[in-house]
């Protein structure tokens, strides 16, 4: 039998084994694995990793975010995720008073399916003036939201019982809570004091978000969840605080995932020190932190305490950044930073080459676990019957960092000058070759919206 397209000669990584073998493809999805495969097309994968697409679960594209949105749209972002070797992403949803949740989901859809050109799915966000909404839940899981975000801070935060309601509501129909966990009230009293007294400057931003209430957020938040007896996924975990709470309550059997992202394994707290609007690029919530965190980042991947690393890709322009510099007050800086195309190659390059992880577990952590926690039920593996979402990876190629060398829609990262070894030759999405030696080939709206769920 000739297939469409056989991936041929290529070293296939999963995250549980590594083999050499051909991958056929037929239509969108992988037809057979197996040697001496012939194809319609071939390509010569000799010399490179093949593993599956890459799963980012939190992603902000377009975002509104106050007086701003986030630079990358649903087109540049998907592009330049797809660059960097990742075929499926989780973006947002926030409801507007006006709107059901499913007119939410449509409006969003509305904008994202026309530009994506990867897979993509979306989280609801459940915010404080959701909670009279929450009979509207199980519809939005049916329509394929099968994850809900929960913030502890910012204006969307909730309070304890209104986490223990969004919890229960999510956990009744089998979903997936994901929690920006933090303690706001702490947050905000410190913020004060710090303007208060002068100290406007981005060095205080880290300075007013603890590490040690990061851990309580998350701590109280996992006992809430355990109160209602729902799972739990844990975003942008920073520190060993955080680290060691979800730690303690996956070794009593719960089931508490964490991810963490590149920001935080790259970087560390010295960044903010940087003078004018250099200081004020890295801000981001939860912050960089000092390289001990970092340190334990790399070790709770690398002993399975934390499961996935995802991005948090939120970009705003250098002018945007900069109005929080020219108010003095470094709580008016847009919070995020992107990252939406490095991250897979910052993971292999960082943990794979430094000998902190295996290959199989950076595919676990950028592939395998956050498709099945997300509820892609087709994605992130390489099975027969699974989408023909791949990566052919060049081991040995030595990239640096810079917005010349990246595809997103931003004039800054904060990556630049970082040299990295490896990054993707070729990304297909669904068997359509996407990425081609460094050449976009792929089509604007070819991406779909997936629905994700859990089974019964
Ligand atoms: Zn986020």
């Known amino acids: 039998m000739s297939y469409d397209l056989v991936i041929k000669n290529g070293r296939i ?40 697409g890459a799963v980012d679960i939190h992603v902000h594209l377009e975002m509104p975010i106050g007086k701003f949105t986030s630079s990358d749209d649903f087109f540049t ?50 915010g404080p003036n959701d909670i009279a909404h929450l009979d509207e839940v199980p519809a939005v899981y049916e329509a394929g939201c099968g994850s809900f975000k929960l913030y502890m801070a ?6 304890d019982d209104q986490l223990l309601q969004a919890l229960k509501a999510i956990g009744d129909v089998n979903g997936l809570p994901v929690v ?32 040690l209430m990061e851990g309580e957020a998350t ?70 932190r000092y390289q ?18 995802t991005t948090d890709h939120c970009p705003f322009t250098r ?10 007050d470094f709580s008016q800086i847009p919070g995020g930073v992107p990252g939406i195309e490095m991250r897979y190659t910052a993971v292999y390059s960082q943990g794979v080459k430094r000998g902190l992880l295996t290959e199989n577990q950076w595919v676990a952590a950028c592939c395998t676990t956050p498709a099945q926690l997300a509820g892609f039920n087709r994605k992130g593996d390489i099975l027969v019957g699974y989408d023909a979402d791949l990566v052919i990876f060049d081991p040995d190629k030595e990239v640096t960092l810079s917005t010349d060398f990246l595809h997103e829609n931003v004039d800054w990262t904060l990556y630049d000058g970082v040299q990295l070894q490896g990054w993707p030759k070729t990304t297909l999405s669904r068997g359509r070759v996407i990425v081609d030696d460094g050449e976009f080939v792929g089509e604007r709206g070819d991406g779909r919206f997936i629905k994700r769920g859990f089974g019964d």
């Open 180 to 211: 920006h966990a933090e303690n706001w009230d702490v947050i905000c009293a410190l913020v004060a004091e710090n303007l208060r007294n002068g100290r406007t400057t981005p060095h205080y931003h880290p300075l007013s978000r603890p590490a």
């Open 292 to 309: 001990d965190s970092q340190d334990a980042l790399w070790r709770a991947l690398g002993n399975g305490d934390l499961q996935i690393v």
């Open 319 to 328: 002018a945007e950044k900069e109005t929080g510099i020219r108010a003095n």
């Open 77 to 126: 972002g998907t592009r330049a995720a797809a660059f960097g070797g990742t075929t499926a992403v989780v973006d947002f949803i926030e409801r507007q008073p006006d709107e059901t949740m499913l007119e939410a989901l449509a409006a969003r859809r509305a904008l994202a399916d026309p530009k994506v050109v990867i897979d993509y799915g979306l989280h609801m966000t459940i």
């Open 13 to 52: 990584i999963t995250a549980h084994t590594s083999y050499n073998a051909d991958i056929a493809i037929q239509g969108e999805q992988i037809a057979a694995i197996g040697q001496g495969l012939s194809g319609q097309r071939e390509i010569d994968a000799s010399g490179k990793l093949v593993t599956p």
């Open 154 to 159: 910012y204006g969307l935060r909730l309070t």
């Open 219 to 288: 701590g109280r938040v996992i006992d809430i969840a355990t109160l209602v007896g729902t799972r739990l996924h844990i975003f942008h975990v920073t520190c060993d605080n955080t680290v060691q709470r979800i730690a303690a309550a996956r070794a009593r059997g719960r089931s508490v995932t964490g991810e963490t992202c590149p920001q935080y394994l790259l970087m560390t707290q010295e960044a903010y020190d940087r003078p004018g609007v250099e200081g004020a690029l890295p801000v981001c919530a939860p912050p960089i």
